[in-house]
């Protein structure tokens, strides 16, 4: 059974950063993608990052330059490091992944974390 585990979130004044961490477990297969996104309070779920098994990214334009996605295949975990955070950038953060070799930013993954709330104060 594949799941999915986040954390690293929390409270943080606009300009800082934070680091999550997606630690994943029960995969069957090699070729997958684990994407990260988020959800504001009212609105829809929105695709942020995601990596493959090979390491090659895809990032949407709204977090290009501040967001990094990053795996530790040795850690099973995959990371999101976001800087210069703002308040706007306040939502509940999921990882999920599916098997398969595209990069999506849709939340059609079959998999999901619990999801870890950030909150950024102006």
């Known amino acids: 059974e594949v799941q999915l585990v986040e954390s690293g979130g929390g409270l943080v004044q606009a300009g800082g950063s934070l680091r999550l961490s997606c630690t994943r477990s029960g995969f069957t297969m090699d070729n997958y993608v684990i994407g990260w996104f988020r959800q504001a309070p009212g609105k829809g779920r929105v695709g942020l990052a995601c990596?493959?098994?090979?390491?090659?990214?895809t990032y949407a334009d709204s977090v290009k330059g501040r967001f990094t996605i990053s795996s530790d295949n040795a850690k099973n975990t995959v990371y999101l490091q976001m800087n210069s955070l703002k308040p706007e950038d306040t939502a509940v953060y999921y990882c999920a992944a599916y098997y398969g070799q595209g990069h999506v930013l849709l939340p059609t993954y079959d998999y999901w974390g619990q999801g870890t709330q950030v909150t950024v104060s102006s």
């Open positions: 990596i493959d098994n090979d390491d090659y990214t």
